[in-house]
C-alpha cells in the first residue's frame, strides 16, 4: 500500500494576476452568504498575494493589525475593507439581484443618473 502525501494548499500562490484576484473575490462574494469573515479571508488571501506588508503600508495600517483583521477570525471595519480594496485595486459594485437571478443584463442607464464626487 503506498503512502498519500499531501501538501498544504495557498490560494495565495495562485493568485498572480489582477484578473485572477478580481475573478477570486468575485466568486468568494457569490459563496459567501453573507458571512463578512469570509470576504475578510478572501481579501486576506490577495493582500497576501501581493505582498501584505506592502498593502499594509499602502493602506495607512499595521501590518500586524491588517493580519487580524483578514485572518477571517474576525469581522474587520468597513472603512478597513474599502482602504484594502482600493490598496488592491479593485472595487465593489452593485447589482440588482432580481436582475441577476433572471439572467437579464443590468441596465446601466439608471447607474448613470447618479453621479459621486
Known amino acids: 500500500?503506498?503512502?498519500?502525501?499531501?501538501?498544504?494548499y495557498d490560494v495565495a500562490e495562485h493568485l498572480r494576476t489582477p484578473m485572477e484576484m478580481a475573478a477570486y473575490l468575485e466568486a468568494c462574494l457569490e459563496e459567501a452568504n453573507g458571512d463578512a469573515a469570509f470576504i475578510a479571508k478572501a481579501l486576506g488571501d490577495i493582500a497576501r498575494a501581493k505582498g501584505m506588508s506592502q498593502v499594509?503600508?499602502?493602506?495607512?495600517?499595521?501590518?500586524?493589525?491588517?493580519?487580524?483583521?483578514l485572518s477571517g477570525e474576525r469581522t474587520p471595519g468597513f472603512d478597513t475593507v474599502l482602504k484594502v480594496m482600493q490598496t488592491?485595486?479593485?472595487?465593489?459594485?452593485?447589482?440588482?439581484?432580481?436582475?441577476?437571478?433572471?439572467?437579464?443584463?443590468?441596465?446601466?442607464?439608471t447607474a448613470r443618473r447618479f453621479r459621486v464626487g
Open 88 to 109: 488592491l485595486g479593485l472595487k465593489l459594485h452593485a447589482e440588482a439581484v432580481a436582475l441577476a437571478q433572471q439572467g437579464a443584463p443590468a441596465d446601466h442607464s
Open 1 to 8: 500500500m503506498t503512502k498519500t502525501i499531501t501538501t498544504h
Open 56 to 69: 499594509a503600508r499602502d493602506a495607512g495600517l499595521s501590518r500586524e493589525s491588517l493580519y487580524k483583521a
